[in-house]
């Protein structure tokens, strides 16, 4: 099951109208003023929860007239962030692959979060991307192939998640290593290239993000 949550961070409008229409969702969860973008762009989600403490109150107001039946509500104080809650909703309604559109912005404090939420995915074996108009950022532990035809912008950066990451071999990128080891606290995995059909990233322990971006 594919499944798209929309979060309160920045939302470039055309880039996630046209992003939404040219895939397929099983499932669309709004997480609190993710919703904002919903009503603006006329996106009916399945699920919509969060506290609602930032969501525009005459845009909430529309959906609790509207499909009072799909909104969850939450306290205010809480263990989990709003996105949080709707990573766990989708992998509960079965998501095999989570799409987040919203998870980055100026808040640097939600988008650390938000990055290290893409581990509970992981955990969890459930695929998840979170997508802007500059970048697409997943997480693997098990290695990963990106066809040439099918990244997303220009450079493929990879930043370890752990103090280090063993065993890598990258093939198809115009800086290949084999059975490297690369430690945090140093910037050597960033702004890489892919040169063939296919890049493939390899490892032996650890965990990495993978970051597509472009200008």
């Not at 993710?34 to 919903?38: E, H, Q, R, T, V």
């Not at 909104?71 to 709003?82: H, I, Q, R, Y």
């Not at 192939?145 to 103090?163: D, N």
């Not at 290949?176 to 890489?192: H, I, M, P, Q, Y």
């Given at each position: 099951m594919n499944a798209l949550i929309i979060t309160g961070g920045q939302i470039d409008l055309p880039f996630a109208e046209k992003w939404i229409n040219d895939h397929e969702w099983d499932r669309i969860i709004s997480a609190d003023s993710?919703?904002?973008?919903?009503r603006t762009a006329g996106v009916l989600p399945d699920v919509i929860l969060g506290d609602f403490d930032s969501v525009n109150p005459e845009v909430l107001q529309y959906f609790q007239e509207r499909c009072p039946?799909?909104?969850?509500?939450?306290?205010?104080?809480?263990?989990?962030?709003?996105?949080e809650l709707a990573i766990m909703r989708a992998i509960e309604m079965?998501?095999?692959?989570?799409?987040?559109?919203?998870?980055?912005?100026?808040?640097?404090?939600?988008?650390?979060?938000?990055?290290?939420?893409?581990?509970?995915?992981?955990?969890?074996?459930?695929?998840?991307?979170?997508?802007?108009?500059?970048?697409?950022?997943?997480?693997?532990?098990?290695?990963?192939?990106?066809?040439?035809?099918?990244?997303?912008?220009?450079?493929?950066?990879?930043?370890?998640?752990?103090?280090?990451v063993d065993g890598l071999t990258l093939r198809g990128f115009a800086y290949?290593?084999?059975?490297?080891?690369?430690?945090?606290?140093?910037?050597?995995?960033?702004?890489?290239?892919?040169r063939a059909e296919a890049a493939t990233i390899e490892l032996r322990s650890g965990i990495l993000l993978v970051i597509e971006s472009r200008d």
């Open positions: 993710g919703l904002d973008f919903c039946q799909r909104l969850e509500t939450f306290p205010a104080e809480k263990d989990e962030t709003d996105t079965g998501a095999d692959a989570i799409t987040i559109l919203g998870g980055t912005g100026t808040r640097l404090d939600h988008v650390l979060g938000n990055l290290h939420l893409l581990k509970m995915a992981m955990d969890a074996g459930v695929s998840c991307a979170i997508i802007d108009p500059h970048n697409r950022i997943q997480m693997t532990q098990d290695g990963m192939t990106i066809r040439r035809a099918e990244q997303f912008g220009k450079y493929v950066s990879l930043i370890p998640f752990t103090p280090q290949e290593v084999e059975d490297f080891t690369l430690l945090s606290g140093k910037a050597r995995g960033v702004s890489n290239e892919i």
